[in-house]
């Protein structure tokens, strides 16, 4: 029997966010200096969008965008994708694989509280990325690759993550 935990427990509880009109330039320098793949876009004090940095990728630095002249805006996923705190994890795990996203806004009578990730629920349940990643052709006793995130031994950002131990490794890590 799963315990019931809700999304408040895991929930990262300081989400870092972005207006609209910011340029990428300055939403890809918020993520770098505080180790963060995504920013919540917020306008009129609430949540409207998510700017990830794969929407950088594909959206500015593959077309050869200049990312100073860019605005999140243009560039954000709408509407942002949430969750209420009370919610239990395996519900956001649910949701996040309906959707194929790796990233919810936890949001509380219309207001910001968290945000929850692919990784904060693998790190409690590893076995739950079967769902989120709808990886059960796979099975439970066979090496699941390919996570994104940061690794939870040296921090380095990898889209190559490794579960070894119950931790999300990168390569150098899993390979020392």
Do not use: F
């Amino acid at each position: 029997m799963r315990a019931r935990v809700p999304v408040l427990e895991i929930m990262s509880r300081t989400p870092i966010t972005v207006s609209p009109e910011d340029t990428v330039d300055r939403a890809a320098a918020t993520m770098r200096t505080r180790d963060i793949g995504s920013l919540i876009v917020i306008e009129g004090g609430v949540p409207s969008g998510i700017v990830t940095e794969r929407d950088i990728v594909t959206k500015v630095a593959a077309p050869n965008l200049r990312p100073n002249t860019v605005r999140v805006r243009d560039i954000m996923s709408a509407p942002v994708v949430s969750i209420q705190s009370s919610e239990e994890v395996a519900e956001a795990a649910r949701v996040m694989s309906e959707r194929k996203i790796r990233r919810l806004a936890v949001v509380d009578d219309g207001k910001l509280v968290g945000v929850i990730t692919e990784n904060d629920i693998i790190r409690i349940w590893p076995h739950l990325i079967e769902v989120t990643r709808e990886y059960a052709r796979l099975g439970l006793d066979e090496e699941v690759r390919g996570i994104e995130g940061h690794c939870d031994v040296c921090g380095v950002y990898s889209t190559s993550l490794v579960l070894d131990k119950k931790l999300l490794v990168c390569p150098d890590c899993h390979a020392g």
